[in-house]
């Protein structure tokens, strides 16, 4: 089993920035890669951005490429999700996950992660 708890969700004005945090724990070791969607009102949970635990190498959707970036601290079990230039249409509730699975076509599907946060929200105003 692997917990995570999301944080740093908040109001923040168009334009601004945020940096989400997500603390692991249990059997992280097990654990290939973590996540980050999104879900808005009315809509589907989107995939976001994924790191994988070893390399570090990360993959974002094309909505957020360039102005999300998605790091991770293994010794601090902890995944950051730093969000600038932030735009009205990026409000949604934001999850992290995590997977086993390493086959880069399934970091963007939200059925590849069989463990998930609570989630927090992010609202952005204009």
């Known amino acids: 089993q692997v917990q995570l708890v999301e944080s740093g969700g908040g109001l923040v004005q168009a334009g601004g920035s945020l940096r989400l945090s997500c603390a692991a724990s249990?059997?992280?070791?097990?654990?290939?890669?973590m996540g980050w969607f999104r879900q808005a009102p009315g809509k589907e949970r989107e995939f976001v951005a994924a790191?994988?635990?070893?390399?570090?190498?990360?993959y974002y959707t094309d909505s957020v490429k360039g102005r999300f970036t998605i790091s991770g601290d293994n010794a601090k079990n902890t995944v950051y999700l730093q969000m600038s230039s932030l735009k009205s249409e990026d409000t949604a509730v934001y999850y992290c996950?995590?997977?086993?699975?390493?086959?880069?076509?399934?970091?963007?599907?939200?059925?590849?992660?069989?463990?998930w946060g609570q989630g927090t929200q992010v609202t952005v105003s204009t």
């Open positions: 790191i994988t635990r070893s390399g570090g190498n990360t």
């Open positions: 249990g059997r992280t070791f097990s654990s290939y890669a």
């Open positions: 996950a995590s997977t086993y699975a390493y086959r880069i076509a399934s970091f963007a599907y939200a059925g590849s992660y069989p463990y």
